[in-house]
């Protein structure tokens, strides 16, 4: 945002003096990465093929790679500010194989620059692509690691660990006295194990298929009717309790992301294979909202990127905001969250990045999103101290900027954070939103 330190004044007017400020409004700015299914991803063209049999080499020549576009925007984007924190929302191969997965953590290193960040600021989960199923189906809980492990080595083979598998892992980012708490939690726990009939079904089927077999021959793949892998989404209870006792610990500044594969709501495109949702998701919308605060939940998995909110009746400032990244090769996120003056987190603008089909040029669609922290923090513990001033000054009458720099002759910066935050917090309507917060004309709103 930029804030000029004087408003223009009439010529035939008496300026006031004033005392250029530094805008108090700070902003921190996190990159989102959904699934990238790296070898599909790589392969894919931008084109109308109708013609099945054309040769493809030159389909790979003539034609655009939409992944190679959105990473070329990822990087212009990073070039104009470094990202406070980066969040890899799991599938990055396609079906379980390290040595793909391997390939995309290296393109992953070389295109965002990870090697320029420090560990804290990197987050990244397995979804449900990113597991070696030949290792799973142990009998005893340690084992529930073990096809996970592959992927694990990958990171820690260009010497950034950050997979998140057995435990959730925290980090803490500040930047000029604002504060951002990132955790990443495994949705992917159960997902590759056996599920098995009971055991008196199993030995009759068994029995069955065992006198088939001798009759008329082996049956291949007889024993995947008695016991099948399943993708089950779900969470350890003692992750979700690690994660609540954590963000219940945080000073009401600090603003808590959670990072996972799995979305928290159903999604609303109809799907019909089994165990498509977090098989606990209720449990943990439950727990999360009890922490009555604002809660930014990340996640990919379902290839689109809705914003959606989590409110629960009865408790004033409960509110999760769940934001979905896209498949890498549609687009990304960055999430720009907004704090008070006196350091509180207001809200959260979500920049989406959507790959235009036509030119690989990218559409930008920007999301506001305000938290409700003013139900449990008074507005002069939040806000700048001029803001009850200001706010004496309107009415339901539209007023300019430079009609209340010229009444009040206060700081333009201060006049300017002040608005901003009354802006989020729900306190004025601007019929003319936009960066330059001297062009806005604004009313008071009835509280």
Known sequence: MKFPAMANMSANRVSPVIRPTTPRITTMQVLQIGDVHYDHAVEETIGDFQDKAFPAVVRKVVSLN???CVLRKVASESKHQKFDGILLCGDLASRGDPKEYLRCVEALRDALNLRNYETKRLHAVPGNHDIDRAMAGGSDVDSLSNKFSPFSQAWEQIG??????????STNISKARTKLQLTSINS??????????????????????????????????????????????????????????????????????VLSHHNLLPQALLRTEMYTELI????????????????IYCHGHIHSNPV??????????????????PELRKGFNILRIYFSSKHYPLGCEVKQF????????????????????????PIRTIAHDLLPEILSQLSDRETR??????SLKLDSGAIATSLQEAHWLGLIEV????DEVTTWNFRRLPR
């Open 66 to 68: 939409p992944i190679r």
């Open 160 to 169: 950034i660990p950050i997979l998140t598998v057995d435990t959730p892992r």
């Open 188 to 257: 992917a726990v159960g997902c590759g194990e056996k599920r098995f009939l009971p055991s008196g079904i199993r030995d009759e089927l068994d029995g069955l298929l065992k006198s088939y077999s001798q009759t008329h021959g082996g049956l291949a793949g007889a024993f995947d009717l008695v016991g099948e892998s399943l993708d089950t989404p779900a969470f350890r209870q003692e992750d979700v309790q690690q994660i609540c006792d954590s963000i219940h610990s945080l000073d009401s500044k600090v603003l808590p992301i």
């Open 280 to 295: 606990n998701s209720g449990f943990v919308r439950s727990r999360l909202l009890k922490l009555n605060r604002p809660i």
């Open 308 to 325: 959606e909110l989590i409110e629960q009746s009865g408790i004033d400032n409960a509110l999760i905001v769940c934001i979905a990244a």
């Open 354 to 377: 959507e790959i235009d089909q036509r030119d690989g040029g990218m559409v930008e669609i920007i999301r506001r999103v305000p938290f409700q922290i003013t139900a449990t923090k």
């Open 401 to 406: 900027f430079s009609e209340l720099l010229r």
């Open 431 to 434: 019929t003319n939103p936009g």
